[in-house]
């Protein structure tokens, strides 16, 4: 039974242009919503949050909407580089602690140029 | 300040064989949690531990896992008898309190022939 879903293993972008990763979720006790991107053979690393109270977080280039009522995230990136080609792994729980996150299986993002 | 330190970064062990996995957290860190990502997979949660304590395993198996988070020394993931499909990313993160941000390791990569 899966959380968290991210249904599109992956997603190609020209650089520039906007990406936009989307994340469902089915638990509504989540309270607590990141983003972390994962690079090969590395740790993922914190990307941005939002937390239930909000419809909207950003910063510089990438914002996080969230849509409770449709148990709906999603991460936008603008402009898009190749830089940012990675993993990116969606993730909740319940508290803001962080703790016991649950995340979903990740889109692979290309940004090419 | 030298990030959460994860060692080995690659370990092969034989069926049958123990497995352990050390995990420094981040300078003034006393949160510990461990994950695990099977291929193709999102991470999933294992061990939530404070110094000396664990504080949630909901997603530790129930045999041959173990954790533990001494008052000195490196967090330990040991996994006995290891099988095939214990072969898995284990990625450790650590925060400074209940309510912060989890920082990753870079992950060990036990291979399990």
Sequence with gaps: ?113 | NAGVMQNPRHLVRRRGQEARLRCSPMKGHSHVYWYRQLPEEGLKFMVYLQKENIIDESGMPKERFSAEFPKEGPSILRIQQVVRGDSAAYFCASSWGENTEAFFGQGTRLTVV
């Design chain 1, 1 to 113: 039974d899966q959380q968290v879903k991210q249904n599109s293993p992956s997603l190609s972008v020209q650089e520039g242009r906007i990406s936009i990763l989307n994340c469902d979720y089915t638990n509504s006790m989540f309270d607590y919503f990141l983003w972390y991107k994962k690079y090969p053979a590395e740790g993922p690393t914190f990307l941005i949050s939002i937390s239930s109270i909000k419809d909207k977080n950003e910063d510089g280039r990438f914002t996080v909407f969230l849509n409770k009522s449709a148990k709906h995230l999603s991460l936008h990136i603008v402009p898009s580089q190749p830089g940012d080609s990675a993993v990116y792994f969606c993730a909740a729980s319940e508290d803001q602690a962080g703790t016991a996150l649950i995340f979903g299986k990740g889109t692979t993002l290309s940004v090419s140029s």
